[in-house]
């Protein structure tokens, strides 16, 4: 297996010194400048508008959604999408674009891709939201399987090392994902069964999962500061072990204060290879080992050269170059055991490198910031005493011309792209650098033949319509992680602040020492229940809630003592042997264990008496909606009795899943709207506003139900603060009990997104929401 393994990197060695050597004469013999400037010359006529022809120009800048309408709108979209759909064959599938079914291919994909685009919003479009992709899951019937990849991507962020990018491994694994996905799509034929294509997919997601997992926990942390150089050695080495011989090596000792983390990612690597090795057949697995050799090893010859190091031949740094950028794409192939397909083959061995070389001009200046040796970097600091070194900006066009002509046989659609793609990336790069930095760099590598680069330029220059729909969806998703974990940190913080500054003022202190003992003993009570560890939910949102309002943070404070009154009174009588026979809540033992049954009861009612006592004390606002507002509240404490006789009388019988969701609701969702309804009374939202308000409150606080149920089967009781498993032992129904782990899992995520698509009727900003049902959903207690 092992000789095995080393022959097939030998083969392709041979493979790509003799694609290097073609590459090479071309650009000796600068056979690629004639050819690409007839080729240009025949471009730009469909680029390049005359002056008195020119209309109106936009760019990707003015934002996602504005810019594909405005291509709609002038009849550039479906162009866009379809060059779009072309590279994406080209790229990910591999496939030649010279026969009708390529071409029907890609026009399927451009009527899926304009139905997305016509039916996305500004917030949503391209962000691959969690909402849409169960959706997608729902549709297909692989819903758990999007539950299982949710949780993994969630694990994964959090045992990122802070030297490496949570943001972009997440990005790099879905898009890997979703290439592996696409290649399942291809392999699937029209009539195949649901019940198969459910299983197909099932596998393509977790296969992906289990192959992206190694760009964050191989290539990303050799290539960061996380480790040491020994440990660089380690770690390369017990990779090399894995794929050399197809077991996997024990971990062996780590520091103290990186153990943890090496064991989370040894056990997710390990769990991915025994998953791969399971679920390809022998040839596709000999495939996936043989290329994945190919591509660990190229790596760590790249990764292993010195900038300062002045003597490394063209082929060394070159060959690996051809071989990474080309088996990265073959492994995806292979990983889902697909038809053989030798033209495929050719074609992505040919095209790897013509990303890559982009890629690597691109990240110029930021691999030579950090040290990195690539084609460019090193022709940057060397090319003065080494005059035998092959210019990477001259043999990327050589490979261009390669592909336009030899791999794909100078077809049209082909060379459209491929054109498309070198000035896009090139203009995009003038912006990226700035005009100075980049005329430098052109100076530079462009020096070597003046003619074509003057006519490059100027198509750099006048050349329109010549983007993407990747990139934009590439820039736009990472714009939108950013900003979702700028967001999500905020509300973090917010919240947190939130509820220490409420726990200042929730506590029934007025005259307690100079109270009657009766009384004292209600009030100390109170605040035993009231100063427990409680995670605040419910005026943390009527808080923010009303902050969406523009209401006054002093005028709510009434309202969010209020919420909490009554919510705490709730969990009294929950917890009343009358009812659940709890023993704990919030971290300590149950008020009526503190104290007694009899105390225990009448401070519950002393706590819905004194919500409705901070209620009647509101000042700030108009009578009439005080009033509502102590009626709504009053008519919801009803409710959520009402819930709770539901709770006691299920007791006796077997439940359905309609009766299940009702009585959460009454208990527990009604909370939650009372939190979102009260800022809207007082602030006299529409009608409209209101209901969509309550939509998202009726199926976020079923789905924090949910989650609640789930805990209680799976959760950890010094995290809950309260015994797990209670249900069970009280014989109550809920989710799990009715519906199984999954089932409850994926009711909790239809809620989920119930939810998320409610927020569409309320017109402000809705960011906090969304934030709030990650941590109802993600929560751990």
């Known amino acids: 297996m092992m000789k095995e393994t080393h022959s097939s990197y030998q083969l392709a060695e041979v493979r790509a010194e003799q694609y290097f050597k073609r590459l090479r004469t071309e650009v000796l013999e600068r056979h690629f400048i004639p050819v690409l400037t007839d080729d240009f010359s025949e471009w730009k006529e469909n680029h390049v508008n005359l002056p008195f022809l020119a209309g109106p120009k936009k760019d990707s800048s003015i934002g996602y959604r504005p810019y594909l309408k405005w291509l709609d709108y002038t009849g550039k979209l479906d162009p866009y999408l379809r060059r779009s759909a072309a590279y994406l064959y080209m790229r990910d599938l591999g496939k030649a674009m010279d026969t009708a079914e390529a071409e029907e291919e890609i026009e399927q994909t451009v009527r899926r891709l304009k ?360 820039d736009h998703m990472l714009a939108q992680l950013e900003k979702d974990r700028t967001d999500r940190e905020t509300f973090s913080s917010l919240t947190n602040e939130l509820r220490e500054e409420m726990n200042s003022f929730l506590p029934l202190g007025e005259d307690i020492q100079n109270a009657l003992p009766e009384e004292r003993t209600l009030r100390e009570a109170a605040n035993y229940s009231l100063m427990a560890d409680g995670k605040r939910m419910r005026p943390v949102i009527a808080w923010m809630m009303g902050m969406e309002f523009g209401l006054n943070k002093q005028d709510l404070i009434p309202v969010l003592k209020s919420l909490e009154y009554m919510h705490t009174a709730s969990l009294i009588f929950d917890d009343l042997p009358s009812q659940d026979n709890a023993a704990a809540r919030r971290g300590q033992p149950a008020l009526h264990i503190a104290y007694t049954n009899a105390i225990a009861e009448l401070t519950g009612i002393f706590l819905i008496q004194k919500a409705t006592l901070e209620q009647a004390s509101i000042q700030s606002f108009k009578p009439e909606a005080v009033l509502s507002l102590i009626q709504y509240s009053a008519n919801a404490a009803m409710q959520m009795c009402r819930g709770q006789v539901i709770d006691l009388e299920e007791k006796k019988g077997s439940v359905s899943l309609e009766e299940l969701n009702s009585m959460c609701f009454y208990k527990t969702g009604i909370g939650f709207e009372a939190a979102v309804m009260m800022p809207a009374i007082l602030a006299e939202a529409d009608e409209g506003e209101r209901q969509a308000l309550k939509q998202f409150a009726h199926h976020a606080g079923i789905a924090f139900q949910i989650k609640d149920d789930l805990l209680d089967t799976e959760g950890n009781s010094e995290a809950l603060g309260k015994p797990a498993g209670q249900d069970e032992e009280n014989g109550r129904s809920t989710f799990v009990t009715v519906l199984g782990v999954d089932g409850a899992r994926k009711q909790m995520w239809h809620h989920y997104c119930e939810a998320i698509e409610s927020l569409q009727g309320i017109n402000r900003n809705t960011d906090f929401l969304k934030h709030l049902l990650d941590y109802l959903i993600n929560r751990q207690r």
């Open 115 to 474: 139905k997305y685009v016509a039916h996305s919003t500004e917030e949503k479009a391209g962000t691959l939201s969690r909402d849409e992709l169960y959706r997608w899951g729902e549709k297909e019937g692989i819903e758990l399987s999007v539950i299982w990849l949710f949780s993994k991507l969630s694990s994964v962020a959090e045992h990122i090392p802070d030297e490496l990018n949570a943001g972009h491994a997440k990005r790099k694994l879905i898009k890997i994902i979703a290439g592996v996905v696409l290649h399942a799509y291809d392999q699937m034929g029209e009539d195949i069964e649901e019940d198969v294509r459910a299983v197909k997919l099932d596998e393509a997601i977790r296969l992906g999962y289990a192959y992206g997992l190694t760009y964050p926990f191989v290539d990303d942390l050799l290539d960061s500061n996380y480790l040491t150089d020994k440990e660089k050695e380690q770690y390369s080495a017990m990779i090399r072990t894995a794929l050399l011989t197809r077991e996997i090596p024990e971990l062996g000792e780590w520091p103290e204060g990186k153990r943890e983390i090496l064991a989370y990612i040894h056990s997710e690597l390990s769990e991915a290879f025994t998953y791969m090795k399971n679920h390809q057949s022998p040839e596709a697995l000999n495939t996936f080992f043989s290329e994945s050799y190919v591509f660990f090893h190229a790596q760590e010859l790249d990764r292993n050269k010195e900038l300062s190091h002045a003597d490394y031949t063209n082929e060394e740094l070159l060959i690996p170059v051809i071989l990474k950028s080309a088996s990265s794409r073959l492994i995806v192939r292979s990983v889902i055991g697909a038809d053989e397909d030798k033209g495929f083959d050719e074609r992505t061995f040919y095209y790897g490198i013509y990303n890559q070389l982009a890629d690597d001009f691109t990240d110029l200046f930021d691999d030579l910031q950090a040290g990195a040796v690539t084609p460019y970097t090193y022709y940057w600091t060397h090319h003065k005493e080494r005059t035998d070194l092959v210019n990477p900006f001259e043999l990327y066009f050589a490979v261009i011309a390669n592909l336009i002509h030899y791999v794909y046989s100078s077809n049209e659609l082909a060379r459209e792209v491929i054109l498309d793609r070198a000035i896009n990336g090139l203009k995009r790069n003038k912006v990226r650098f700035g005009a100075e930095k980049y005329k430098e760099v052109m100076g530079l590598f462009a020096a070597g033949m003046p003619e074509f680069n003057r006519l490059i330029q100027k198509l750099v220059k006048k050349a329109e319509n010549v983007d993407f729909f990747d990139k934009l969806l590439r």
